[in-house]
């Protein structure tokens, strides 16, 4: 961890942070906590294990062997969290898609042990209501967390920080969003002419580290951090060598939307990836769409790795083999356990007339 910037003058010093999930970024924001000094107690919360999730029995055991403290919960109700929060100062969620409306009784939790400071699980791209889909998608329940954390929590004194940084290529799957670096190969879902917003993995972490140190410059508010800004059709060329050859398939925006609805309706977890390449070229990836202002300024020390550099590393190492990848695919988190076919029946009663299926595969 190279950022190294202490609390502001003048501001309360918060010591004790917990994070709420041990996987995928948490286990990196704890790693990066601990290392860093600063904090005199780092807690990782995390839902009691099955005997069987060998895995993560063993990334507990880890993280254990750094020093940093372990305690479990086995509901997501206030009162369990609550006693897992007791003597902590900041909490930071980091929790998956599929658990973002447990951070309701997360919050309540958090008040009922005195915590200081929630930052919610962001951590990725803002949320901006599409205008070809009538349901509002998996990310909604993020905006719902925002609003009870602005409306119910922090009149109660509990500070919030919502954090959006884009899409991590190192951390998302390029495949998701069809770049299939192994084989130098990809799929483009209409022009990819929309800019979107990249940020690693690694300066992600060093955004958050920065931010808990310094409560009294970065509490209630939002924080749009941006390592690059990019378009589909130049990743593609990175990954292919061009941005319109053999190697590259483009789908029409009619195709994919109807691919999605026949996805959906089966129940197949593709469809969140079809879903997020018509997110991108539709603009929602752009974590300051409606021209926000980027707090890039409030980090200096960073200087952070481009989507086209992210892209480089991340070919090398598919091609020379390494263990992140399996299958031409990296595996070194989960996948989202989320589903995109909440209402899906009305997105599909809007299938474009004018076209019909292909059959052409999008993922």
Same mark, same amino acid.
């Given at each position: 961890?190279?950022?190294?910037?202490?609390? @502001?003058?003048?501001?309360?010093?918060?010591?004790?942070? @917990? *994070?709420?999930?041990?996987?995928?970024?948490?286990?990196? &924001?704890?790693? =990066? $906590?601990?290392?860093?000094?600063?904090?005199?107690?780092?807690?990782?919360?995390?839902?009691?294990?099955?005997?069987?999730?060998?895995?993560?029995?063993?990334? #507990?055991?880890?993280?254990?062997?750094?020093?940093?403290?372990?305690l479990e919960y086995a509901s997501v109700a206030a009162d369990d969290f609550s006693r897992v929060f007791a003597g902590?100062?900041?909490? +930071?969620?980091?929790?998956? *898609?599929?658990?973002?409306?447990?951070?309701?009784?997360?919050?309540?939790?958090?008040?009922? =042990?005195? +915590?200081?400071? /929630?930052?919610?699980?962001? &951590?990725?791209?803002? %949320?901006?209501?599409?205008?070809?889909?009538?349901?509002?998608?998996?990310?909604?329940?993020?905006?719902? +967390?925002?609003?009870?954390?602005?409306?119910?929590?922090?009149?109660?004194? #509990? !500070?919030?920080?919502?954090?959006?940084?884009?899409?991590?290529?190192?951390?998302?799957?390029?495949?998701?969003?069809?770049?299939?670096?192994?084989?130098?190969?990809?799929?483009? *879902?209409?022009?990819?002419?929309?800019? !979107?917003? &990249?940020?690693?993995? =690694?300066?992600?972490?060093?955004?958050? *580290?920065?931010?808990?140190?310094?409560?009294?410059?970065?509490?209630?508010?939002?924080?749009?951090?941006?390592?690059?800004?990019?378009?589909?059709?130049?990743?593609?060329?990175?990954?292919?060598?061009?941005?319109?050859?053999?190697?590259?398939?483009?789908?029409?925006?009619?195709?994919?939307?109807?691919? &999605?609805?026949? #996805?959906?309706?089966? %129940?197949?977890?593709?469809? /969140? %990836?079809?879903?997020?390449? $018509?997110?991108?070229?539709?603009?929602? =990836?752009?974590?300051? #769409?409606r021209r926000e202002p980027l707090d890039n300024g409030l980090f200096p020390d960073i200087k952070p790795e481009s989507?086209?550099?992210?892209?480089?590393? $991340?070919?090398?190492?598919?091609? @020379?083999?390494?263990?992140? /990848?399996?299958?031409? %695919?990296?595996?070194?988190?989960?996948?989202?356990?989320?589903?995109?076919?909440?209402?899906?029946?009305?997105?599909?009663?809007?299938?474009?007339?004018?076209?019909?299926?292909?059959?052409?595969?999008?993922?």
């Open positions: 961890m190279t950022t190294d910037i202490t609390a @502001a003058k003048g501001s309360e010093a918060y010591t004790s942070i @917990a *994070v709420v999930g041990a996987g995928g970024y948490g286990e990196l &924001f704890l790693k =990066a $906590l601990k290392q860093c000094g600063y904090f005199v107690k780092v807690r990782a919360v995390t839902r009691a294990p099955e005997a069987t999730e060998t895995v993560k029995l063993e990334r #507990l055991q880890r993280l254990r062997a750094l020093g940093i403290e372990v902590i100062d900041t909490v +930071v969620s980091a929790v998956a *898609v599929a658990g973002l409306l447990d951070q309701i009784p997360m919050i309540d939790g958090a008040i009922a =042990a005195g +915590v200081k400071w /929630f930052i919610p699980s962001e &951590f990725g791209v803002a %949320q901006y209501q599409s205008a070809w889909m009538p349901f509002k998608g998996p990310l909604a329940a993020k905006e719902q +967390v925002l609003e009870y954390l602005v409306k119910t929590a922090m009149p109660k004194g #509990l !500070a919030y920080t919502a954090v959006y940084t884009g899409l991590a290529l190192d951390y998302l799957d390029p495949h998701v969003i069809g770049l299939k670096l192994s084989k130098r190969r990809a799929t483009l *879902v209409g022009r990819g002419a929309t800019p !979107a917003t &990249f940020t690693c993995a =690694a300066d992600v972490v060093k955004v958050l *580290v920065s931010i808990v140190r310094r409560p009294g410059e970065m509490q209630n508010r939002v924080i749009r951090y941006a390592g690059s800004t990019s378009k589909m059709r130049e990743l593609i060329k990175v990954v292919t060598g061009s941005s319109c050859g053999d190697n590259v398939k483009i789908v029409s925006i009619d195709e994919a939307r109807l691919k &999605f609805c026949e #996805l959906a309706r089966q %129940q197949d977890m593709k469809a /969140f %990836q079809v879903y997020g390449r $018509l997110l991108i070229e539709e603009g929602m =990836a752009q974590i300051n #769409l989507a086209t550099e992210t892209l480089v590393r $991340l070919i090398k190492l598919a091609e @020379a083999g390494s263990e992140m /990848f399996k299958g031409g %695919q990296i595996i070194h988190r989960s996948h989202t356990a989320s589903s995109v076919t909440d209402g899906v029946g009305e997105v599909c009663k809007q299938e474009p007339a004018s076209t019909t299926a292909t059959g052409k595969s999008l993922v």
